[in-house]
């Protein structure tokens, strides 16, 4: 069975730092390209970013020069450094996996608040 556990998120004043981890456990982690993405109250999912297996990032522009997503196959774990929060990057924060024909799965999500 597929699992994406997130965790990290937080309160976090303007200008602070977090780092978001997504475990993925019933996969073969190495295999599939793993994304970010964020839902704030009221509007729609977005994405955030993601990174192929061959370690190909892609960002959002809101996040561009702020944000870093990263992995490390040996621990089936996604990264997500954020620096630079701003009160507009407070959302609830989704991991996924694309697992090709087998769909896509999510994480249950992890709530960053970014208040002063």
């Known amino acids: 069975q597929v699992q994406l556990v997130e965790s990290g998120g937080g309160l976090v004043q303007p200008g602070g730092s977090l780092r978001l981890s997504c475990a993925a456990s019933?996969?073969?982690?190495?295999?599939?390209?793993m994304g970010w993405y964020r839902q704030a109250p009221g509007k729609q999912r977005e994405l955030v970013a993601t990174?192929?297996?061959?370690?190909?990032?892609n960002y959002a522009d809101s996040v561009k020069g702020r944000f870093t997503i990263s992995r490390d196959n040996a621990k089936n774990t996604v990264y997500l450094q954020m620096n630079v929060l701003k009160p507009e990057d407070t959302a609830v924060y989704y991991c996924?996996?694309?697992?090709?024909?087998?769909?896509?799965?999510w994480g249950q999500g992890t709530q960053v608040t970014v208040s002063s």
């Open positions: 996924n996996a694309d697992l090709q024909r087998a769909g896509i799965r």
């Open positions: 019933g996969i073969i982690f190495s295999l599939y390209a």
């Open positions: 990174i192929t297996t061959g370690g190909r990032v």
